[in-house]
């Protein structure tokens, strides 16, 4: 069969693929801090830190003290008040999101150069730029809307799919030396990838739950009670997600690093998951929480490879 890929296009992509690599995993990394980020801002209730977008009541830096705004500016913005450390948590998120944006286009127009080596690599990283085009857009409907649940609910969606994503690209990009998955092994990723989106769907309709809870004016120790069945069905569930770990971990001949990874995660999401509940939902936890997820989509991602890998 003949090389589909032309000798001068190898050697441009042997040249520049291991600082692409480590390009897109700065990328990852950043996408990681920003949904940390972005948790710790709705733990702490700063999500209208900043009552408008792109500006900061009104000012493209955000003010230090409430001397810095008119006398009825919480007529002008729903009644709001001003925190500063609230405002600039949420300030902070918003300056991590534009550099989220501008690594998104760097990887974009870095992928181009490969186009006739790995043209998937390309279509993922327009993706991940489109998504996080799409995230910001989200981020200002989260706020003009005034922390409607649902809204927040699909902006945590589409960080989750741009972690995965991304996340896919990285493991392309790493050295191909490992064994592939077996059939019968990716049949128990599968089934694992499977449950965990089921859960976390129902984690997600469970912080919806509590999103409600809160805008009720309930005490932090009452958002689970309130939520009924749903805790108690994402609770029993988590057991279900931990026998899929566990079989895939017995089951991922040659991947034992990271299906052993992914077991560790679940066990670690398990325990934080108590936490939150036995500690009457500590903010603290909740970032801690959201991150893991986003850790376990990383691990799951890692083992997709190309389809036709050029002799690098």
Request: proline content about 5%; aromatic content about 14%.
């Given at each position: ?235 029993s569930f988590s057991w279900m997600l931990l ?70």
């Amino acid at each position: 069969m003949a090389n589909r890929f032309p000798v001068e296009a190898c050697d441009a992509a042997r040249s520049g693929v291991a600082g692409f690599r480590r390009f897109v995993g700065v990328f990852l990394g950043a996408i990681l801090a920003l949904i940390l980020i972005g948790s710790m801002v709705r733990s702490t209730g700063a999500g209208l830190g900043c009552p408008d977008w792109p500006r900061c009541f009104g000012l493209w830096v955000p003010p230090v003290s409430v001397s810095q705004l008119p006398p009825d500016y919480l007529l002008q913005y729903d009644g709001i008040p001003f925190n500063p450390i609230k405002t600039w948590t949420e300030y902070l998120n918003r300056l991590s999101g534009v550099v989220v944006g501008l690594l998104a286009t760097g990887v974009m127009l870095w992928s181009f150069r490969f186009w006739r080596v790995q043209r998937r690599w390309t279509w993922l990283s327009v993706a991940a730029w489109v998504l996080v085009s799409l995230n910001g857009a989200m981020g200002a409907w989260v706020v003009s809307s005034r922390l409607v649940p649902f809204v927040i609910s699909l902006h945590m969606m589409l960080a989750m799919l741009l972690v995965g994503v991304v996340a896919s690209l990285y493991g392309m990009l790493r050295s191909t030396d490992r064994p592939v998955l077996s059939a019968a092994s990716r049949r128990y990723w599968w089934f694992f990838v499977v449950i965990f989106l089921f859960q976390m769907g129902l984690g997600i309709q469970l912080r919806e739950l509590m999103d409600m809870a809160n805008h009720a004016g309930l005490a932090r120790i009452d958002w689970l009670p309130s939520a009924g069945a749903m805790f108690w069905v994402h609770r029993s569930f988590s057991w279900m997600l931990l026998a899929a770990a566990g079989l895939f971990f017995w089951k991922g001949q040659g991947y034992q690093k990271e299906t052993g990874s992914i077991l560790a995660l679940v066990i670690t999401q398990m325990l934080t998951g108590a936490g939150l509940a036995y500690s009457g939902m500590l903010f603290a936890m909740q970032p801690l929480h959201l991150v893991l997820s986003a850790l376990t989509v990383v691990v799951l991602m890692s083992f997709q490879r190309n389809r036709a890998t050029p002799p690098y």
